[in-house]
């Protein structure tokens, strides 16, 4: 037996969805708006934009999806349980 396997893409809008969609783009333009100002003209200004950008829209596609489809482009945890002990013992 084989295996029905689909990859369905939608979106989800209700109110919650809503207000943490606004509250991404509002903290984003916000960095967007420090980053133009606090950045020298030598920093390298247009990949720093773009990265964030792509983190912007990541974070919008997990808070609007339907499904955990998103979920990949947003990165995972990197930190093991042991080095989250290891960073309080080191801070004792």
Do not use: Q
């Amino acid at each position: 037996m084989a295996a029905d396997a689909r990859l369905t893409f939608g979106f989800r809008m209700d109110g919650l969805a809503w207000v943490f969609a606004l509250l991404i783009c509002a903290i984003g333009a916000l960095v967007v708006l420090y980053a133009a100002y606090y950045l020298h003209a030598k920093d390298p200004a247009a990949r720093f934009f773009r990265y964030l950008l792509l983190f912007m829209g990541a974070m919008l596609g997990l808070v609007l999806a339907d499904n955990l489809c998103c979920w990949s482009c947003s990165g995972k945890p990197r930190a093991s349980p042991r080095f989250a002990d290891r960073l309080l013992e080191s801070s004792r």
